[in-house]
């Protein structure tokens, strides 16, 4: 196929897209992959937990969609390492699997099966994928298609609300990727997670609000639509949460919220940061926690009523390249395992074996949740959120 002719296809493929429903997807690139030079794709989506790989439907049989385990299948292969794997197909075909990613975001692997498989095809198809990862994250914010697709099991209303209110699970630039995980997926309540890129500043939150109800989810869904609207009036750290105090104490009288609020200068390094009652961040540097690197007295959790306005205590530390700092909720750590809680330590060392073997950093965290699951059998006492963010201006340099 010429350069003109693959462009035509592109050019094509990018219209239908734009204007077909949400449920239509793997139709409409399956009418134009013929003229792409391929015989046959799939779209797979991870689902929720990160488990297995799931087929979009794309026929009207109602047969039960295709799944590929992530940890034991090529495809999964694909989407952890976040680059393509080819493996013999059916009738002298190859196939390749390319992940579906949103700028950092992973969303899942595109199949593609083709006789012809050269440098241009494998570009060609890592296009493909990109289209299909716009069209993912756009019409999925409208349609119940894929949030249906990702699920293995019911959602409760309290977790359907924090979902609703959560960022992508994944962000990133040139200097920073941060990165975050919530369980229990189908069950969450109280705890939630932010973060936001705003002129060249990263925000992040994990806050964890009292009790695993409704209430709970209202609660911490309320924290994070106050910390945005404040944020995006151009309020500061201690602006912001003087703002939430306020909202809580008025909305919620009974109720109340610990949390880690931070920001990052992300062309200098400058991290300030506001703990409200909450365990403190890690800071981990060259494969090593920095001892005691955000250990200050912490503040009190928000929603108390006490203390007066502006008097919140900021502090600050200047990260190095390379730096990754944790935000967790009590959770993680006091999860049990073989009787034990999984602890401090074990949590630091699963990060930093994961990420000395050059894992990505959503990588990371997805198995190490599920380690910390499966030493709960699937179940956990406490609603377990991790955020993970990696400063990295150095990788910026080091492009050509």
């Known amino acids: 196929m010429g350069a003109r002719e693959s462009d035509s296809a592109m050019d094509a493929l990018l219209d239908a897209l734009h204007r077909a429903e949400p449920g239509r997807l793997p139709h409409v690139v399956q009418r134009h992959y013929a003229d792409l030079g391929l015989e046959k794709t799939t779209i797979y989506v991870a689902d929720l937990q990160q ?37 013999p197909g059916e009738h002298d075909t190859v196939v390749l699997f390319v992940p579906i990613i949103d700028g950092v975001e992973r969303l899942g692997v595109l199949r593609v099966e083709t006789s012809a ?17 716009m069209a993912l994250a756009t019409k999925g914010a409208y349609s119940d298609v894929l949030a249906r697709t990702q699920r293995a099991a019911p959602m409760g209303v309290a977790a359907e609300m924090v ?37 060249d500043v990263l925000h992040t939150a994990v806050v964890d609000a009292m009790g695993h109800d409704l209430a709970a989810g209202l609660t911490s869904s309320v924290v994070l639509a106050v910390c945005r609207n404040a944020r995006r009036a151009g309020a500061d750290l201690p602006e912001i949460l003087d703002t939430v105090e306020e909202h809580l104490q008025r909305l919620f009288p009974e109720r109340y919220a610990t949390g880690t609020f931070l920001s990052l200068q992300t062309t200098t390094g400058r991290l300030r940061w506001v703990n409200c009652g909450h365990p403190p961040p890690y800071l981990l540097r060259d494969d090593a926690l920095v001892p005691g690197a955000f250990h200050r007295e912490p503040g009190l959790p928000l929603g108390t009523g006490i203390g007066a306005a502006g008097q919140r205590q900021v502090h600050e530390v200047r990260l190095e390249p390379g730096d990754r700092v944790l935000l967790y909720t009590d959770g993680v750590t006091e999860a049990r395992l073989t009787g034990s809680a999984f602890g401090e330590e074990r949590f630091i060392d699963y990060i930093n074996r994961a990420a000395a073997a ?20 699937g179940r956990l006492s406490d609603d377990a959120t991790i955020l993970l963010f990696e400063w990295h201006p150095l990788r910026q340099a080091q492009m050509p």
């Open 51 to 87: 488990n297995v790989l799931v087929a979009l439907p794309d026929d009207e049989g109602g047969r039960p969609p295709q799944q590929l385990p992530i940890d034991a299948s090529l495809a999964g292969w694909a989407y952890r390492s976040e680059s393509p794997r080819i493996e």
């Open 117 to 133: 498989l050269n440098a241009a095809t494998v570009r060609r198809c890592q296009s493909v994928a990109a289209l299909v990862a």
């Open 163 to 199: 979902w609703a209110f959560l960022p992508p699970r994944t962000i990133g630039t040139e200097l920073i990727t941060s990165t975050a995980v919530v369980e229990p997926a189908y069950e969450v309540g109280g705890d939630v997670f932010d973060h936001s890129v705003v002129d």
């Open 358 to 377: 050059g894992e990505p950093a959503p990588e990371v965290l997805r198995r190490l949740v599920h380690a910390i699951l499966g030493s709960q059998a």
